[in-house]
């Protein structure tokens, strides 16, 4: 069958559903979504029953609550992946009078929507125990059911046995419902949509990841262990000449994402992009938007697939935010948005009065959001893979700011100086070509600026800093999170007695040094952002203790998104992340030098005893890569206690001595005879496959 004919086969979507079950139970499960209300014990059955005669006939056997820990990664292959334990359609027959009772196939009610495993064994942040170790998975019913490999797949939300969040879904899905509470407040307060029942917020992910050989891969104990190359130095050519981006994709690389894209269309993802990206061995895939919840789980499911899938043909994906210094690294940009249930997008200018001023509105509370809890959106993408990427002039900076477009941070300072909310003109212009073979173009409202963690594109804003071996859920939670204190602070001008124009000109007044529409990558802008007091929260150690300041648990309180200890447990976690991350990339280094690097210096060198003369400085560079070694055991040997001054230390004392020890062993790579050297080089790994 061909594959747009396969498309949404293997989902349960709202058609299906809706084809599946009996009219009243399909319209009380939507009523009990839209409401929170929980699925009558009645319609549970029901609902099993018509997802396992749906599943069987795809040749479903058994099921998974399929569920996604704070696993934090590294980059590393797996860091994350979904977590998921198969268990078979059957069950005893319980009406059987027989001490060995027969089994049957079936799908009884209630292990489709809860289930229950160990929770002490996944990252915790202290929230389980040995001794407390209880941990539950419920149906996220807004996120689709879907057959993969046989098994039907259920998107869980996973909490402790007192409700707290050990996960990255259920965080997502409370931000979700406060931006839906306070973006109807808001509607209310401003008069507008009267129509909306609701308030959705929608991602769409644009996934970069390299390809390379398999057996270069396993070859590599670095990117084998840590997702990335801990030595190696650069070809003579590697991206310089903009060779590879939007280049015709290499034969089995095309294949591949052939593959991927096949498989993520019948489960349910819009898969509808796929090109090479800047790097050589660098690609891009991403689908079209959807609700952010389910969008997060088709990321989760991407990488799944595109390793499974890679595997098959001797290829290996790699998604760590930097796999090769001095080459750019990976990201995933999160396209995110705000619209009500009748189709209004609070950041699309329309083309009506009410619209644009919605959008100016809207525009207003991010900003407001991200003046008042910047550090917020610096803490989602906090990781030490993706401390490689920020600021490398590659991503955007470690700073946070907002970028709306040149037009439109005119028009905030003629508001802020008594001007209407009208009066942006979002119209898009038209590029004359100046040739009769091809029509004028119509370009964007505002230019694009990739130097922004947060620019505007035309009805989203594009959050840039996302690393590429995250979870979209906890960076997109986060984007919710300040968009709903933004509502909840403009709502609460106006209730207090401020006009609709003069709450936002207020607000914006007060969150205006996050609006920065000039060259994030420019050293000027790091002191301007000083002087206008914007944190630079420039590494993970720094940033991740700024999460659960007394404000921002205040936040998380008050919008009912974290309590004080879930909001402890995240910094843990993020430490611990952060910790294990730089613990083994050190170890993996030197083993990599000590069983590897100093043996291929030793025979290289022996090779010039006849003629010493042309040995060169080979002598000093080899002795240099031992003496460096050495000095990088002894500083692991004294990491200090305490969750923050152990990742103060393998960021501030440890990570020097690794570049320092790499200095020299790329060095020596330069120098060593070709086949001395014990690991595939930069060259071999980005290049066999095409």
Request: glycine letters at 8%.
């Amino acid at each position: 069958m061909a594959v747009l004919d396969q498309m949404s086969t293997h989902v349960f979507d709202d058609s299906t559903m809706k084809a599946a079950l009996p009219p009243s139970v399909y319209n009380r499960f939507k009523d009990c979504v839209r409401s929170g209300a929980p699925t009558p014990e009645e319609d549970q059955q029901i609902i099993a029953d018509a997802v396992f005669n749906w599943a069987k006939d795809l040749g479903a056997v058994g099921f998974a609550h399929w569920f996604f820990p704070m696993r934090g990664g590294s980059g590393a292959t797996g860091g994350a992946l979904g977590a998921l334990k198969q268990d078979t359609f059957v069950d005893l027959d319980w009406s059987s009078s027989e001490g060995n009772k027969p089994f049957g196939a079936t799908f009884p009610a209630e292990r489709i929507f809860v289930g229950e495993t160990d929770g002490s064994s996944f990252p915790n942040g202290g929230l389980r125990a040995t001794h407390t170790a209880a941990a539950f998975t419920t149906w996220d019913r807004t996120s689709p059911m879907f057959v993969c490999d046989n098994i039907l797949r259920i998107p869980c939300a996973f909490v402790t046995q007192k409700g707290d969040a050990i996960d990255e879904k259920t965080i997502l899905l409370r931000s979700g419902d406060a931006v839906n509470r306070e973006g109807m407040r808001l509607l209310k307060n401003i008069s507008q949509d009267e129509g909306a029942t609701c308030i959705h917020s929608y991602l769409g992910w644009e996934q970069e990841f390299f390809v390379v050989s398999a057996d270069l891969y396993q070859a590599r104990p670095d990117l084998v262990n840590c997702g990335r190359t801990l030595l190696g130095a650069l070809p003579t050519r590697n991206q310089q000449g903009d060779l590879n981006y939007f280049a015709p994709v290499p034969a089995s690389v095309d294949t591949l994402l052939g593959n991927i894209r096949a498989e993520m269309l019948k489960m349910g993802c819009s898969m509808c992009v796929a090109h090479n990206e800047v790097a050589p061995g660098q690609h891009e895939m991403s689908p079209i938007f959807c609700v952010a919840n389910a969008s997060a789980d088709y990321n989760v499911l991407f990488m799944e697939v595109a390793q499974r899938e890679a595997g098959k043909l001797g290829l290996a994906v790699l998604f760590h935010e930097k796999p090769f210094a001095g080459i750019n690294g990976n990201g995933k940009h999160c396209n995110w948005s705000i619209g009500t249930d009748t189709g209004k997008n609070f950041f699309y200018p329309g083309k009506s009065d009410s619209d644009r001023e919605l959008f100016v509105t809207g525009v207003a509370c991010l900003a407001a959001g991200l003046a008042d809890h910047n550090e917020l959106i610096r803490c989602a993408v906090a990781s030490a893979g993706n401390d490689h990427r920020l600021g490398a002039q590659e991503a955007p900076p470690a700073i946070m700011s907002l970028y709306p477009g040149p037009g439109f941070e005119e028009h905030v300072d003629a508001i802020i100086g008594g001007a209407p909310l009208l009066g942006y003109k979002a119209e898009k212009q038209l590029a004359d070509l100046r040739t009769r073979s091809a029509m004028p173009v119509p370009t964007n409202i505002e230019d694009r600026n990739r130097t922004a963690p947060f620019p505007f594109c035309g009805n989203r804003f594009e959050f840039r800093a996302v690393g590429s071996s995250q979870n979209c859920a906890f960076p997109v939670a986060m984007c919710n999170t300040i968009m709903a204190a933004g509502m909840s602070k403009l709502s609460g001008l106006i209730e207090g007695g401020l006009s609709h124009r003069d709450a936002v000109a207020k607000m914006l007044a007060t969150a205006r040094p996050v609006i920065f529409t000039g060259n994030g990558y420019a050293q000027e802008w790091q002191v301007e952002a000083q002087k206008r007091g914007l944190p630079n929260l420039r590494t993970t150690p720094v940033a991740a203790p700024a999460f659960n300041s007394a404000k921002n648990k205040e936040l998380f309180s008050a919008l009912n998104i974290l309590s004080e200890a879930e909001t402890d447990s995240r910094v843990e976690v993020m430490l611990e992340a952060y910790n294990t991350a730089l613990t083994i990339e050190a170890n993996t280094l030197m083993n990599m030098v000590n069983t590897g690097i100093l043996p291929a210096c030793a025979k290289d060198l022996a090779s010039y005893a006849a003629a010493p003369s042309l040995a060169g400085d080979r002598a000093t560079c080899y002795n240099s890569i031992k003496t460096e070694t050495a000095k990088l055991a002894t500083l692991l040997a004294s990491i200090p206690s305490g969750l923050e001054e152990e990742a103060q230390y393998l960021c501030e004392v440890v990570k020097p001595q690794m570049l320092a020890v790499r200095s020299f062993a790329d060095q020596a790579e330069g120098l060593m005879e070709k086949e001395l050297y014990p690991f595939p080089t930069y060259q071999e790994i980005v290049y066999s496959h095409h």
